[in-house]
């Protein structure tokens, strides 16, 4: 079914030429004598941008859904839409650090109020007050890979009627479906996965039809929008979705068994391994455990700044989800902005380094690790 909705659904056929690819509709104006509907890019109702909406429904389950302009305009568009002056929001603390910063930098200033989790039910219990409006996270979590039991956040929340969002961008849906296990709401940053080739922005949400009218009202005015050329390119994207995140997994996998077993190596974070804390959760939770890890290297700085360097397969990069292999130091790029007092309370050390697993060959990526970490330590 997965493989079948990335090719297919939401495709438009061009009953012009009978091409089976959706045509770009590159329109800004639209007329509007004798249609109910008044299109417009900003309007988030042109045919690319439908089109798109309507494959990511098939995928997350969902009844309705916005493409943004990036996954931080998804993010933002949510909050924004759901909390207003007086309301509380708990943030579960595995944030990606964008969506961190955006929490400790706007809200007060509009007068929400938040507080910080951990992922335990006990924690979330006790971090809602009797105007949590609603309840964020994300599994697995940037970048430690920590997982959170999706169903009890859903049913904590249902509990006193909160609404409940996920980043669902590590697992993407082909590895896990939120809105089917009783969440509200799901984020995507489509510039990882979704897009998936390292060549695109764009964000997601995907929801019931109610909830997206009501950040649809939001995200007119924020004006978020996505053009046509980048709404087809992500359906081009979508139809290998499947099949990208299904190499992706069994990469990682394939390479957390054969980095738990380097002396160079600490510790590995990959909920497919049966040592990692969320490994049952992940395994009740998730189809596959998909394309990212994280893992601490056993190295002094510049060891492993040489590591890094003499990687020839594997790139040092910011960002995820593309078919090439990409390493990151979570310190030096999506959490350099925190301090290292905030890094070290959320578990993130200077050694902690995040792979997103591509579709290379496994055995070449091994190879690769195995002649840097060798590099690494020679030249000390
Ligand atoms: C988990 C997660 N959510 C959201 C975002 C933000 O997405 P974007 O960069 O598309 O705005 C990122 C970006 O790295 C991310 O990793």
Not at 11 to 39: E, H, N, Q, R, W
Not at 213 to 238: D, M, P, Q, V
Request: proline letters at 3%; hydrophobic letters at 40%.
């Amino acid at each position: 079914m997965k493989s079948t909705d990335c090719v297919h659904a939401g495709k438009i056929f061009d009953t012009s030429t009978k091409g089976m690819v959706t045509p770009i509709y590159p329109s800004t104006a639209f007329d509007y004598i004798d249609t109910d509907i008044l299109a417009y890019p900003r309007y988030f109702n042109t045919p690319n941008q439908k089109a798109v909406v309507e494959k990511l429904c098939a995928l997350e389950h969902g009844g309705d859904g916005l493409v943004t302009s990036s996954g931080m305009s998804a993010i933002t568009t949510v909050l924004f839409a759901l909390l207003q002056k007086g309301d509380h929001a708990v943030f579960e603390k595995n944030l990606y650090g964008g969506t961190y910063h955006a929490v400790v930098n706007e809200m007060e200033r509009y007068g929400i109020n938040y507080s910080f989790s951990d992922a335990s039910e006990d924690s979330i219990r006790s971090a809602i007050k009797d105007n949590t409006k609603l309840i964020y996270f994300e599994t697995p979590s940037n970048p430690l890979i920590n997982i959170t039991d999706i169903r009890m956040v859903a049913r904590v929340a249902n509990e006193r009627g909160i609404v409940t969002v996920i980043d669902n961008t590590f697992a993407s849906p082909i590895n896990q479906n939120p809105l089917d296990m009783g969440i509200d709401v799901v984020i995507h940053s489509g510039t990882k996965y979704l897009g998936g080739h390292s060549d695109l922005i764009c964000g997601a949400i995907i929801s019931n039809k109610a909830l997206v009218e009501k950040f649809w009202n939001t995200a007119i005015h924020f004006g978020g929008s996505i053009n046509a050329h980048t709404c087809y390119l992500l359906e081009r994207s979508l139809k290998t979705l499947a099949i990208r995140v299904e190499k992706q997994t069994q990469n990682a996998m394939e390479l957390s068994d054969y980095l738990v077993k380097n002396s160079l190596i600490k510790c590995v974070n990959y909920p497919g391994l049966t040592s990692h804390s969320g490994h049952e959760i992940a395994k009740n939770q998730m189809k596959g455990y998909g394309g990212m890890l994280s893992f601490e290297v056993d190295l002094q700085a510049d060891e492993t700044d040489r590591f890094l360097k003499n990687l020839k397969v594997i790139h040092s990069a910011m960002s995820l989800g593309g078919v090439e292999t990409i390493i990151s130091s979570p310190a030096r790029t999506s959490h350099a902005k925190m301090t290292a007092h905030q890094r070290n309370e959320v578990g993130i050390s200077d050694q902690l380094l995040r792979l997103s697993v591509g579709i290379e060959d496994a055995e070449d990526l091994k190879k690769d690790i195995k002649q840097a970490l060798g590099a690494a330590i020679q030249s000390a």
